[in-house]
């Protein structure tokens, strides 16, 4: 079985270049917005920057075999992982490499922000003209993306003293474009939408009731698809149903339920009231609560937190934090939940990672973010996918939400699928829309791609032509960065691939309009922490997506008493001899829609599902839901690895 290296860039094998002076420097380490046409000018020198630092493994191909061997069914080492202390005594860089770089950094006067028990990269804080002055640059500031970035103008170098010791750096801002990726239902776009508006709600000769259950409530409206009558939205589905139409309601009740396997859960900072809000949600529901048993946390204080303005503050994090902890503990109540915060969405992230990775505290990670894109410099992807290659030779799935914006145009100006979740070795979880009925059974599911076209007051037209505008729906597509890899051949179009790895890999529900119910004491003030009145609110995105995959992987690992690790190449083998066992996620016939009505606003809107951009849901595998939907009975078969 050929190593999947799947890095083709050479920008991403960590060479450098020796300049007359004798420094190593990094083309890889500037991103590619940072042109002249986006110049803002010289960043202010006294400006806080956070800087990332990479060192080389000492056998990247090793590593790679390792997590390509360890994941593939038929390959001797399959599944026969390496523990932390093993992997890091193989691959890690050096410690005496690790201290130089440090020891450079430091008399320097920069500060030290954290170096992982893997030495795979060095965390650090300084001004502007001291980042300049040490990797003989200069930042500029860049107009990106409607932000204000600062990244370096040429390609930053090294002393030679350092060479061989660093194999790439981030000196850019582009990670705190990292964001959560979830939706809350009801935050429709700005553009041609009143979402956003405070406007006092202006009632609609159409009224949509939220429904409990598919078909509770129906509205006639104008005709579309070749009907006048809509199912009406979701008012957010509980975790009952959840487990219901995932088909593991059964075998909770049986105590199969994810016991003696713990889910670890990554975002930025940390929610100040999750365990109240979690145990108000769950007391409401008849649901078991969170106990010091089975949840535990690793966070920053909120003195630690940096770069909240960049990273979208406390606040913006919360709701994401909390949907993914009632959605691990709503699907699998047994599993114990071990949340790590990271102190920023840039590096504070890669730094939650490794504590995980570096003592296996956790052999499931469920991660709902995402980067704009895969626009990032390529040192930081390198950077990165080792310690997605370090997780794969360990035997621990990291599960990355695919993103909520589709093809990513409307954002980039081009199409991409998101990073981390367009590498070859995490497992992408796109997005579906479902539907459950009153007795738990899944009544329809279909690709998450959300369009709404509002309804006039009169109740009698659309005010544009159908499906209307886009309101959200899964990433997914061809890498510009990462060759396909070896599992994906034979199962993934190549008039998809194009040579390229495509996600995503797997799919579950996303859809916020068929959403899942989320309880919540919002922050109301990010420098105190404050927190609001508790309140029920219903959420979507491929981050509902992501943390019941994993809830499901806990509960099948359980159920087999197996440790699955990296999923893909088992997951692509089963659909190559046994494509029935996966719930192929395809259009609907006619397009399904409901009608939403805004609380905020009395607007009505017709929801069509499956509109995500120009990601098109199909027969087999697609770029919106992978293989298809997930199941007990498929996340069963994977764990049996045979085939």
Excluded at 377 to 400: R, S
Excluded at 429 to 456: F, P
Excluded at 512 to 538: H, K, M, N, Q
């Amino acid at each position: 079985m050929a190593t999947a290296t799947t890095v083709i860039a050479l920008s991403l094998t960590g060479v450098s270049t020796a300049s007359a002076t004798d420094r190593d420097s990094f083309a890889g380490s500037v991103p590619k917005w940072a042109t002249a046409a986006n110049d803002a000018g010289v960043t202010a020198p006294d400006q806080t920057v956070e800087g990332e630092i990479y060192l080389p493994l000492r056998d990247q191909a090793g590593a790679e075999a390792l997590a390509t061997a360890a994941s593939t069914p038929g390959a001797r080492g399959y599944r026969k992982f390496l523990q932390p202390q093993a992997w890091i005594q193989h691959f890690s860089p050096t410690k005496a490499d690790s201290d130089a770089v440090v020891a450079s950094l430091t008399a320097r006067g920069l500060t030290i922000s954290a170096v992982p028990a893997s030495r795979q990269y060095v965390v650090f804080r300084g001004t502007a003209a001291q980042l300049g002055a040490l990797f003989a640059t200069t930042l500029h500031d860049y107009n990106y993306s409607g932000r204000v970035l600062s990244a370096p103008s040429s390609a930053p170098s090294v002393p030679a003293a350092l060479t061989g010791k660093v194999s790439g750096m981030s000196l850019d801002q582009a990670r705190f474009l990292t964001h959560p990726d979830s939706i809350k239902q009801g935050d429709l776009p700005a553009s041609g939408a009143e979402a956003l508006s405070r406007q006092a709600p202006t009632p609609s000769a159409i009224t949509a009731k939220c429904s409990n259950y598919t078909g509770e409530h129906t509205v006639t409206a104008p005709v579309a698809y070749g009907q006048t009558t809509f199912d009406t939205f979701n008012c957010g589905y509980v975790p009952s149903q959840l487990r219901s139409a995932y088909g593991v309601d059964s075998l909770a009740k049986s105590g199969v339920n994810g016991a003696g396997q713990t889910v670890a859960i990554i975002d930025a900072y940390a929610s100040p009231s999750i365990v109240n809000d979690v145990n108000t949600y769950s007391a409401a529901l008849g649901e078991p609560g969170l106990t010091a048993a089975n949840y535990s946390q690793i966070v920053p204080t909120p003195a630690q937190f940096v770069d909240q303005a960049a990273c979208g503050y406390p606040s913006g994090w919360q709701g994401e934090q909390t949907l993914d902890v009632e959605a691990v503990h709503g699907i699998a109540t047994g599993a114990k939940i071990l949340y790590v915060g990271g102190t920023n969405c840039g590096g504070g992230l890669d730094v939650a990672m490794s504590k995980i990775l570096d003592n296996k505290l956790a052999n499931i990670v469920s991660n709902s973010y995402g980067n704009l894109g895969e626009a990032v410099p390529n040192d930081v992807l390198k950077g990165a996918q080792n310690l997605h290659i370090q997780a794969a030779g360990e035997g621990i799935g990291l599960y990355f939400s695919s993103g909520d914006s589709g093809d990513e145009v409307a954002n980039l100006g081009y199409a991409s699928p998101d990073f981390p979740a367009s590498s070859p070795y995490v497992t992408s979880v796109g997005g579906t829309s479902l539907g459950i009925t009153q007795a738990g059974k899944i009544a329809y599911e279909t690709g998450w791609g959300s369009a709404g076209d509002k309804i006039n007051p009169a109740g009698t037209a659309y005010l544009s032509p159908l499906p209307g505008n886009f309101f959200g729906g899964a990433g997914g597509g061809a890498s510009a960065v990462f060759a396909a890899p070896a599992y994906q051949q034979g199962v993934v179009p190549t008039s998809l691939s194009h040579g390229f790895r495509v996600s995503p890999d797997i799919a579950a529900l996303a859809d916020p309009y068929t959403g899942f119910s989320v309880g919540i004491r919002p922050i109301i003030d990010d420098v105190t922490l404050a927190v609001g009145d508790f309140t029920r609110e219903t959420y979507g995105g491929t981050s509902l997506a992501s943390p019941l995959t994993a809830a499901q992987i806990a509960i099948v690992q359980q159920a087999t008493r197996t440790s699955i690790g990296f999923a893909n190449p088992t997951l692509y083998g089963l659909d190559r001899i046994l494509p029935s066992s996966f719930r192929d996620v395809q259009p609907q016939n006619p397009t399904k829609a409901l009608v939403y009505t805004s609380a905020r606003s009395g607007n009505s809107y017709l929801i069509s599902l499956d509109q995500d951009t120009t990601l098109k849901t199909t027969r087999q595998y697609d770029a919106v839901t992978g293989i298809g939907g997930v199941s007990f009975e498929l996340l069963s078969l994977l764990a049996a690895g045979r085939h």
